[in-house]
């Protein structure tokens, strides 16, 4: 089993960047595919990026591909995601979640995810 926390969420004018951070409790970490889903209000909770066990492959939705960057650092058991360019349609709660698999099945299905954060704001004023 795994927790996760993120950080890293904020105010930022159109056209700024944040990174966010996600940080997992548990000794298995390098054993879970990580994503990162956001939610907007009014509307379903959405994915963004996802990156395999091993940080070798990664899948972004279209909308934030060039912009956002999804990575991780298994000796601290955190996953990033830099968000460059920011849009007022980027605001929304963004969420991490994990499933434990070593395979290269990068799911965009939040319903394939078992972990999720609590959520961190992120804020894109226009």
């Known amino acids: 089993q795994v927790q996760l926390e993120e950080s890293g969420g904020s105010l930022v004018q159109a056209g700024g960047s944040l990174r966010l951070s996600c940080a997992a409790s548990g000794r298995t970490f390098s054993s879970y595919v990580m994503g990162w889903f956001r939610q907007a209000p009014g509307k379903e909770r959405e994915f963004v990026a996802i990156?395999?066990?091993?940080?070798?492959?990664?899948n972004y939705a279209d909308s934030v591909k060039g912009r956002f960057t999804i990575s991780r650092d298994n000796a601290k058991n955190t996953v990033y995601l830099q968000m460059n360019s920011l849009k007022p349609e980027d605001t929304a709660v963004y969420y991490c979640?994990?499933?434990?698999?070593?395979?290269?099945?990068?799911?965009?299905?939040?319903?394939?995810?078992?972990?999720w954060g609590q959520g961190t704001q992120v804020t894109v004023s226009s």
């Open positions: 979640a994990a499933r434990q698999s070593l395979s290269y099945n990068l799911s965009p299905s939040s319903r394939d995810y078992d972990y």
């Open positions: 990156i395999s066990w091993n940080g070798a492959r990664t």
